[in-house]
C-alpha cells in the first residue's frame, strides 16, 4: 500500500507540474518544472517600472492590474544555465504567436529582487542578487481574451538559476495599456525590430506616436525602417514629435500593420 501511494501521489504531482506548463513556452532544455501552481482565481498587480520600497511602502512607476484565472510554474535550470537565455528564449516563442510586450527590464533597473520573489510572485525561491534579474511582461488577446504572462529570470550566485512563468486569464478587457518607453527601446535594440500589426492606419494614433517618439528620442543614434501602408503619415508624425527625418527611413508599403526595423 505504502508503495501504491507514492506512486499515486507521483502521478499526481506530475499532472499538476503539467496542467501549470504552458503550451506557448517550451520548457527550457534539461530543466525541471518545481512549483507548479493551476490555475485559480486571483487577482494580480504587475508593475511596468522598478519595484522599491520607500518608507516601508512598495512604490513602482507603473503598474497594470486584473482579475481572473492565475497559473504559474517555476523552472530549476540545468546547472551552467542561463537565466536570461532562458527568459528570452520564453519571449521570443510568445512573441512569435502574437504576444506584445508590455514591460522589459534587467538587472538593477527592475530594482530589488527580493521584491519581485516575495511581494509580486510571493515564490522566496526567486530571491537572488539584483544585477542578475531579468522581467518580461507580456500581453496576449487570443479569441478576444486578454491575457497577461510575467516572465521573471534569476541566477543566484553558484547555485541554479531559475526561470518562473505565470498566466493571467484576465475576466474582463484590460483596455488601452501601452508599452513603457524604455521598453520598445530595449526591444528595438534586443531584436531589431518591433512589429505592430493593428497601427497601419491612417492618422496614427496619437498615444502611440507619442511612445514611439519617446522611445527613438532616448537614443538619438539609432536610424529606422519603417514599412506599411501608413508608413509615411507615420514618419511625418513623428518628425512633429520631435525625431530627427533622418532618422526614419521608408520601407515597403506593401506589409500590413507598422513595422520598424533597426538599420544597423
Known amino acids: 500500500m505504502p508503495r501504491l501511494f507514492i506512486l499515486v501521489l507521483a502521478s499526481v504531482l506530475g499532472s499538476a507540474a503539467m496542467a501549470a506548463e504552458f503550451a506557448d513556452i517550451p520548457r527550457p532544455a534539461d530543466a525541471q518544472a518545481i512549483d507548479p501552481r493551476p490555475a485559480m482565481q486571483a ?30 510554474v517555476t523552472y530549476e535550470l540545468a546547472v551552467g544555465a542561463s537565466a536570461m537565455d532562458a527568459l528570452n528564449g520564453a519571449r521570443q516563442s510568445l512573441q512569435d504567436k502574437g504576444g ?11 530594482g530589488e529582487s527580493s521584491l519581485w520573489a516575495n511581494q509580486i510572485f510571493a515564490n522566496a525561491k526567486l530571491v537572488g542578487a539584483d544585477e542578475q534579474q531579468g522581467m518580461i511582461l507580456l500581453r496576449h488577446a ?24 505565470e498566466q493571467l486569464v484576465a475576466e474582463s478587457p484590460l483596455g488601452t495599456v501601452l508599452p513603457t518607453p524604455a521598453t520598445l527601446l530595449r526591444e528595438l535594440r534586443g531584436t531589431g ?20 517618439a519617446r522611445s527613438l528620442n532616448q537614443d538619438s543614434t539609432l536610424r529606422v525602417t519603417l514599412a506599411g501602408p501608413a508608413a509615411e503619415p507615420w514618419r511625418q508624425a513623428l518628425v512633429a514629435q520631435g525625431v530627427r527625418a533622418a532618422r526614419l527611413e521608408l520601407g515597403n508599403p506593401a506589409k500590413a500593420g507598422l513595422h520598424i526595423d533597426l538599420i544597423r
Open 43 to 72: 487577482e494580480r498587480t504587475y508593475p511596468l517600472g522598478a519595484v522599491r520600497k520607500i518608507s516601508n511602502q512598495i512604490r513602482m512607476d507603473g503598474q497594470v492590474s486584473a482579475r481572473g484565472q492565475l497559473s504559474s
Open 100 to 110: 506584445q510586450v508590455l514591460f522589459w527590464c534587467q538587472g538593477q533597473e527592475c
Open 142 to 165: 487570443d479569441s478576444g481574451v486578454d491575457t497577461l504572462v510575467a516572465l521573471y529570470g534569476i541566477n543566484r550566485n553558484g547555485r541554479k538559476p531559475y526561470l518562473h512563468v
Open 193 to 212: 525590430r518591433l512589429d505592430y500589426p493593428d497601427l497601419g492606419v491612417t492618422p496614427p494614433p496619437a498615444d502611440w506616436v507619442a511612445l514611439l
